[in-house]
Each structure stands twice: as C-alpha cells, then as structure tokens.
C-alpha cells in the first residue's frame, strides 16, 4: 500500500492547483492509505494522532471541505449518524456501495452496469454521465446468516 501513495499524492496535487501545505498532506496522507474505506472525520482524526501527528478537528473539517470542493474528496451519507469522507480520484471512481440497513456496513463493489449504459443514458436523455456512485440497500451476507 505505501508504495502507492507517492503517485496518487502527485496526481491530487496536480488537480489541487494549490500549496500542500503540512496539514493538507498529512490528512491526503491517511486518505491514500485508507483508499478502499469510507473515513469519518473522527476516524482522520485518530488515525492522524497514532502516527503522533497533532491535526484539531476544525483544521481537519476546513481542509476536507477545501478538498470536497476542489472534487477531490466525496462526502458520502449512508444514512449513520457521521459524514463520510473518500477520495474521488481517478483510481477510485465508478464503485457502487452496498449498505447493510442492520450493522451499517459498507461494502464497495464495481461491475455492476453494463458498459452501454452511458450511451443508454446519453441516447434516452441526452445525458453525459461522467462518474457515477449507486447505493444499494439490503442486508450483507453475515447479517443474513445471523
Ligand atoms: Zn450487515
Ligand atoms: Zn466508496
């Protein structure tokens, strides 16, 4: 996974189009290595200060939202009581989430869609579709058997 992080870092700040500055990286830094999960920004948090790295949350809220709004970071609500946060980066675009409605588990799936969709859409509706992201309700596969 580490040796992931250094090129995903250079495509964001390429898109970023501003300073990285020491909070910026550290935050982008947790976001790269946590890329197959959904963060809070209580979890950025924590994950921050075990690596004895000291961000206060209002720096963490203010640098995501500069993030959201550069189309780098996505906020996602699965209907729980936290905002969710994950890159919206090349590498990580055009997954579904599966949502348990009993545990509250996400689960991360892509395939989904036929490849002609988007000509489907652009034909009935004349609409472009660039990226997308479903949420599918249900009930995962452990709370099934439960
Ligand atoms: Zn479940
Ligand atoms: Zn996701």
Known sequence: MEANVIPIMNNIVDKMDMRLTYQRKVILNVLIENIDKHLTANDIYTLIKSKHNIIGMATIYRTIDILNKKGIVIKHDFGDSAAKYELEIEQNKNHHHLI?????????????????????LLQDKGFECTDYKLKIFGYCADCRNA
Do not use: N
């Open 100 to 120: 348990c409605k009993k545990c509250g588990k996400v689960i991360e799936m892509s395939g989904l869609l036929k490849d002609d969709f988007y000509e489907t």
